[in-house]
């Protein structure tokens, strides 16, 4: 009998509906609570990753991971712009998506640095 109910149990919990269930209530629970920022890492003259889908509200967290190198990301569009001024070395600088859209944030001193950023609703 016991077997037989923590074999059902098993099932429910990590069986295909309930999981994917599981995972969209943790997203909604931490979008709620204020979730931690999604890094983006200036090195080597790059954004790494150089593409990363959010939601609307959540917040990507540019830090300058160059150990000598200037960084400056910038967005620069008619509905939602930000500007981090120039990035010193270790430096950390938030910005919060609250618009939705697709969008290219560069960098004003590396011309070939891109970043993809997918806001969704
Ligand atoms: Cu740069």
Redesign the pocket.
Known sequence: MQSGLLRALRQSQFGRVPFAAAIVTGALAGAALGAAPYVIS?KD?EFKPAQISIKRGEVLRFVNDDGE?L??AYLSTETFSFDSGDQQPGSKFDVTFSVPGDYTVL?G??PK?KLAVHVAK
Do not use: D, K, N, T
Request: proline content about 0%.
């Open positions: 200036q003259r190198l960084h400056h960098c001193i590396h640095m």
